[in-house]
Each structure stands twice: as structure tokens, then as C-alpha cells.
């Protein structure tokens, strides 16, 4: 008989700290979409379920591939519920309505969405291996130890330890090498046995064996900080899930730039005056490396569907080469015959684009890079997602990853 094994991922609509934050994007895609991309890609979980009170969030919860049968009752859904009602809340009803009952049940948090590939399924082979186990619980070492801590009295009182260690009479003098190791529970993965929750009232039981996980992982979005922190990692070249296409490392031997003008070398805006003459807002910063660059044997090229001349105007001030007034559809085509003329192969070479008329060369690209202003179809589309605004220095800032990654 198949072990049932259903995911179940909390998101309530009313977060406080960032609005909407289950649906924003993260690093291209819904955050709810990555807990479901870990769900989907698992060998082990049967079905997939979103608990949440907001019927926008069922609808992308669908989109990605989760279902939503039910929306959770508003009481269930405040700043200060627990996990436990929502988890019973869920059971109940699929028991119910459905006559469904799992085995197994797998929380995953969306606010910790970056996870190893075989995680899920490593914590629920945990938990069926040891049947004494109520529940298995992602773990990384913790970054303070609490031996070290104390108990605040107030301002004009005595500290007090906040543990004691059999054998250490003062643990919070003692060398870190020799207190007991310590580790923090993160918001990755729960797996937990259905009785756990139905019969001893709790999410992990008494009996709780753990899942090390490598603290590079360690992901717990709460604050916006967080938010570009964590999209940072992604890009990082880390082997994570994702809803999108696995992502691919900079190139070790690189030999052109080539970007987009409109919404990379500037910021997408234009200036018209009243005799149509247009003007464009760019980035002096934007040409501080290029000589530097070019010094390795990295040149950078603009290749642009805008006809207008400011367009070579601005690549002879920056002392580079442009090529210009490409149509939508052929910017693909064009960058292909640049490599060829310039004898290079598509592997050495970086592309910068913003929008859906970039989408072409990004299918030539070695390595393809977007503005943090892009639209959302290209950076689903990048390997790597800069944090300047087109026009806002966002050539200065790969230039400079460049140069790091070739010393």
C-alpha cells in the first residue's frame, strides 16, 4: 500500500512585516512557488496542498501547481495563530469532505524557500526509517551559543546563566570547542507523522529526530533587508529548487559584454522636447571599468533595437562599440553574426538585456544577466540578476563582479 505523504504549505494573506509577501516575487517567481517547486520535485510527496485565507493566494498556488480545496476560516489565519489549529484545521477537513487521510504530513514554510534538491525527501526517509519518530526537523548549527547567554534581571540587577553544563562550572568562560554542540531549527522542512498531530495534539511530538542541513541554507525571510539578501544567494550559483531553470555559473574564461541599451545603459525613460528631439538619462559611473576590462580581453559591445543616434553618441563617450537600430525580432540573429565576425564562441560571453526583446539573445548568451528593474519574464529568464536599476549604474556593478571573479 502507498505511503500517503501530503505537503502542506501555510500562507496566510495578512503578513505585516512585507504585504503580500507569499506572492511577491522572489528572484523571479512567487515566493509560495518555490515551496511548491520543492513539493513537485520530490520522489516521495503524493499530493500538495496550500493552506491559506486569501483567494488571490489560492489562485497562484494553482497557477504553480498546488491545490487549494479549502480556505482557511479568517480566525485561523491572525498575526498570533499557531501552526497546530491551521495543521488540524486541514486534516479535519480532508477527513470530512474528502475521506482523505495521509500518512505522513511535510511542512514547508515559504518564508525559507531556498532548499537543497533531495531535502524533503531525505527528511520523510528520516522519519519512516525510525518509527519511533514523531517527527523530523530541519537543523543547522546555531550561530550563538546559548551557554554564553544570560537571563536580563534589569539595569541594576545580577545576571544569571541561561544554562548550565554538567561538568562546566562556568560554561559561559569556557572554550566554545568544549560545550555540548547546539543547533537552531529552521523553517525548511517538517516532516511529521499524521498521528503526531491527530492524537498527541503537536506539531513534533515527543520524539523529534533532526535533519542537518548545511547552513549556507539557512534562509528565514521576515524584513525587505532579507528579501535582496536572500534573491542575492539565489543568484550565487547555489544548488537549490527552483520553479524556473537551474541557473548557470559565470563563465571562467569571458571575452565580450554585450547589453542592451534602453533600460540598461539608461534608466528606460526618455525626454522629448517639443521639436521631438529626444534625450536619455544615463550613468557616468557606467564607464569606470571599461579600460580596466578591456586591458584583460574583455570588451563591451551595445547592441540596441533603438534607432536613435544618441545611441552611438553615448557608446563613443563611453569609448565603446554599439550597434544599433536592430529590429525587435532579429536582436538574436544580430548577436550571432557579432560572434561570428569577432571569431568568439556564445560560451565567453555575457548578455544584459531588460525586456522581452532581449528574451532572443538570451537564447545565445553563456551567460545571461538582467537589470534588478527587468521585466519579470527576463529575470525568470537570467542566470544572474544585478541589484542597480538600469541607467543606475547596473553596467559599474557587473563590471566590478567581473573583475572579482577573474583575480
Known sequence: MMTEILALIPARGGSKGIPRKNIRLFAGYPLIAWSIAAAKQSELVTR???????????????????????????????????????????????????????????????????????????????????????????????????????????????????????????????????????????????????????????????????????????VDIDTLPDWAKYEALVYSGLEMVSPGKSLRAMPETIKLILCDFDGVITDNLVITDQDGKESVVASRSDSMHIKKLREMGIELMILSSEPNPVVLARAKKMGIEAMHGIGMQDKGRAMREVLKQKNLKAENVIYVGNDLNDLPCFEVGGWNVAVADAYPEVIRAADYVLTKNGGHGAIRELCEIVLSHIK
Request: net charge negative.
Open 48 to 218: 500538495i496542498i496550500v493552506s491559506t485565507d486569501d483567494e488571490e493566494i489560492a489562485e497562484v498556488a494553482r497557477e504553480w501547481g498546488a491545490e487549494t480545496p479549502f480556505l482557511r476560516p479568517a480566525e485561523l489565519a491572525q498575526d498570533k495563530t499557531t501552526d497546530l489549529p491551521v495543521f488540524e484545521h486541514a486534516l479535519k477537513w480532508l477527513e470530512d469532505v474528502e475521506g482523505y487521510r495521509p500518512d505522513v504530513i511535510v511542512q514547508l514554510r515559504p518564508t525559507s524557500p531556498i532548499r537543497p534538491h533531495t531535502m524533503l525527501d531525505d527528511a520523510i526517509r528520516i522519519l519512516l526509517e525510525h518509527e519511533d519518530a514523531d517527527c523530523v526537523r530541519g537543523v543547522v548549527p546555531a550561530a550563538q551559543n546559548p551557554f554564553k547567554m544570560w537571563r536580563f534581571n534589569g539595569e541594576r540587577k545580577p545576571l544569571n546563566p541561561l544554562l548550565a553544563v554538567e561538568g562546566i562550572p562556568e560554561p559561559y568562560n569556557a572554550p566554545r570547542q568544549i560545550l555540548p554542540p547546539v543547533y537552531w531549527q529552521t523553517g525548511h522542512v517538517d516532516a511529521i507523522r499524521d498521528a503526531t498531530i491527530t492524537q498527541k495534539k503537536s506539531l513534533t511530538g515527543d520524539v523529534i529526530y533532526p535533519l542537518l542541513i548545511d547552513p549556507k541554507y539557512t
